[in-house]
């Protein structure tokens, strides 16, 4: 018996955590491309992100982006 589209019903704060957890693009872009639901949600944050690497210590730097929050949206 074949079915159709069958939605995801995983909450996608988890999806979000397990997506967190994988380092290599490609693997991102994989788990991405496996359903229609992950496709959806995690496309734009695996094609459209900003990587920052900084010192916790850099107060300077993440208090810019708590302040402007437009910046700190899809940021690795």
């Known amino acids: 018996m074949h079915r159709s ?31 229609r639901s992950l496709n959806k949600h995690l496309i734009p944050s695996v094609l459209d992100y900003h990587e920052i690497r900084a010192p916790f210590e850099a107060r300077s730097l993440w208090n810019h982006l708590v302040k402007d929050t437009r910046l700190a949206r899809r940021v690795r």
């Open 5 to 35: 589209h069958v939605p995801l019903t995983l909450p996608f704060e988890l999806i979000d955590l397990v997506a967190d957890l994988i380092d290599g693009h490609s693997d991102l872009l994989s788990l991405a491309l496996t359903c």
